[in-house]
């Protein structure tokens, strides 16, 4: 499907609901609908070097994988795959027959006023919800499927140093210092990922490499009394299949960039407490050290996405930047547990 269809959907409202409140949110791979009681997400006909979705049997397939993945841990939010057919563009009917264009997730639409983000901008998460939240990640990690595949040091390199492609960008709109300090926290990763290899493999051995969530983060968790955490990666297994650590330092690393380090910590304890988990220098190392490589990835995005639009980056823009930019250098200052 393409812009105009999904908005003539919309507008026709055939998607099985009632269309009062209808709305639409757009990502750089999907597009969602939201009508009173549902959220139905559709794939963007699109290829990047980290996904493919240019064909309506690839789109079906990771509707598919979407909708299974995510039941793990939002078995009452995530519903079924529903087709859509040419004839709903203009409501003629309501995807019984006709020719297929395309497939949607269909998803419960949840309370917006308890998506996480928001109430930490609110300062209104408090340290009971994160606890429920430690307690829910914890025994998800516990039950899904162990990954023994070896740790892939050199890739795991390449990807903490991608940003450096962003050094020229970086240098004409934060300043040569940002690029000295991309440089350190680059070159200090290698030296920690050859160092430790045989403590990644350890892991490992251990059990801690899981099918994980992947993209657990503040923007995928309604915090209901029991948290519904959602939109895992589904697109690319390796992005999924990870350290538990790595997992929940994403989420982390955002309570720490809402300046919660206070729940950071909490969150971590708590975790460790019901991971069953021992509280030891290196494993407070390892997590720090996957906390840098999520502030990375954030400011990496955003860079991206500043260094590709037509308009001149905002000020907003650049100071989120440097905000993750100073988080990933932190966390290499920071090598033991406070």
Excluded at 74 to 82: E, F, H, S, T, W
Excluded at 102 to 119: F, H, N, Q, T, W
Excluded at 263 to 280: D, H, M, T, V
């Amino acid at each position: 499907m393409n812009r105009d269809q999904v908005n003539r959907l919309l507008t026709s409202c055939s998607l099985p609901d009632s269309c009062k409140h209808a709305g639409l949110k757009e990502t750089n791979i999907s597009w969602v609908l939201l009508t009173d009681n549902f959220a139905f997400k559709i794939k963007r006909p699109v290829k990047f070097s980290f996904l493919d979705f240019s064909t309506l049997e690839q789109r079906e397939f990771f509707c598919r994988e979407e909708l299974e993945l995510n039941k793990r841990l939002a078995p009452d939010m995530y519903l079924d795959v529903l087709p859509i057919t040419r004839g709903m563009l203009s409501g003629k009917n309501t995807g019984d027959d006709g020719e297929v264009i395309d497939y949607a997730v269909r998803m419960r639409r949840m309370d917006s006023s308890k998506e996480m983000d928001i109430l930490l901008k609110q300062n209104l998460v408090s340290e009971k919800q994160i606890d429920q939240l430690a307690k829910k990640i914890a025994h998800f990690h516990k039950k899904s499927k162990l990954v023994k595949d070896a740790f892939g040091t050199m890739g795991f390199q390449e990807m903490y140093a991608d940003i450096r492609q962003l050094n020229p960008f970086i240098a004409d709109n934060l300043g040569e210092e940002w690029v000295q300090l991309v440089d350190k926290c680059v070159e200090k990763s290698f030296e920690y990922l050859n160092e430790q290899r045989s403590f990644f493999n350890e892991r490992i051995i251990s059990g801690f490499f899981r099918d994980c969530h992947g993209d657990l983060n503040a923007r995928n968790i309604f915090l209901y009394d029991d948290p519904v955490i959602f939109d895992c990666i589904e697109f690319d297994k390796e992005l999924r299949q990870i350290d538990v650590l790595n997992d929940i330092a994403f989420l982390c690393m955002e309570l720490d960039f809402f300046e919660r380090n206070d729940l950071c910590g909490f969150f971590y304890n708590k975790y460790l407490k019901y991971s069953e988990q021992e509280a030891e220098p290196a494993t407070w190392q390892l997590f720090q050290f996957y906390k840098s490589y999520r502030a990375n990835v954030r400011a990496k995005v955003i860079l991206l996405k500043a260094k590709n639009k037509d308009a001149v980056i905002s000020p907003e823009e650049l100071d989120e930047a440097r905000r993750y930019l100073h988080l990933m250098a932190d966390y290499w200052d920071k090598p033991e547990a406070s």
